[in-house]
T-cell receptor, first 111, second 114 residues
Framework: KNEVEQSPQNLTAQEGEFITINCSYSVGISALHWLQQHPGGGIVSLFM???GKKKHGRLIATINIQEKHSSLHITASHPRDSAVYIC?????????????FGKGTKLSVIP | NAGVTQTPKFRILKIGQSMTLQCTQDMNHNYMYWYRQDPGMGLKLIYY???????DKGEVPNGYNVSRSTTEDFPLRLELAAPSQTSVYFC?????????????FGNGTRLTVT
């Protein structure tokens, strides 16, 4: 069973700061998801990646398959980025659609 | 497209009562999932379906049942509610189970069993 660890658990940043959230997993995967959970509870998929790097607006996600590690970066953070960011891994092989989720990183961006 | 729609948003049940959480999607997705989210824990898979007529257990299926009679609908049934089922429930869907198919989530159902 894959173990997914996120760090930090909580993060407070000043508006404009560069933010990094980390995710490590224990067993090889087919893909990794980054999700955003808004204060109201809804969950939105930000990225799916299996190698390299993806960018969308101020968000950048990277993955190092050899190191079993992924990072989510937010440039020029804004209070509207305040949310819980969740990493989830999609295992390889049979049952690969069953994701293993991290516990989330709660980000608060202060004006 | 409405995406994934869950109802109700909130519900309070007494111990032993039954209820059905509704989930419907209009994206013609084959794969549908039910997760529960407990405070301080990662989401856990309850049941999933890879197509109409096909369902299977996830990590925490005890106390729940599902059915998938159509591509669109994937209801979750609680037969005898217990306090341990107090949680936030999310329905999700994806086009396939492959690594290039992102998940789409509903807005969640907050269930309290007292």
């Amino acid at each position: 069973k894959n173990e997914v660890e996120q760090s930090p658990q909580n993060l407070t940043a000043q508006e404009g700061e560069f933010i990094t959230i980390n995710c490590s997993y224990s067993v090889g995967i087919s893909a990794l998801h980054w999700l955003q959970q808004h204060p109201g509870g809804g969950i939105v998929s930000l990225f799916m990646l299996s190698s390299g790097k993806k960018k969308h607006g101020r968000l950048i996600a990277t993955i190092n398959i050899q190191e079993k590690h992924s990072s989510l970066h937010i440039t020029a953070s804004h209070p509207r980025d305040s949310a819980v960011y969740i990493c989830a891994v999609q295992n390889s092989g049979a049952g690969s659609y069953q994701l293993t989720f991290g516990k989330g990183t709660k980000l608060s961006v202060i004006p | 497209n409405a995406g994934v729609t869950q109802t109700p948003k909130f519900r309070i049940l007494k111990i032993g009562q039954s209820m059905t959480l509704q989930c419907t999607q209009d994206m013609n997705h084959n794969y549908m999932y039910w997760y529960r989210q407990d405070p301080g824990m990662g989401l856990k898979l309850i049941y999933y379906s890879v197509g109409a007529g096909i369902t299977d257990k996830g990590e925490v299926p005890n106390g729940y049942n599902v059915s998938r009679s159509t591509t669109e609908d994937f209801p979750l049934r609680l037969e005898l509610a217990a306090p341990s089922q107090t949680s936030v429930y999310f329905c999700a869907s994806s086009y396939s189970g492959e690594a290039d198919s992102p998940l789409h989530f509903g807005n969640g159902t907050r269930l309290t069993v007292t």
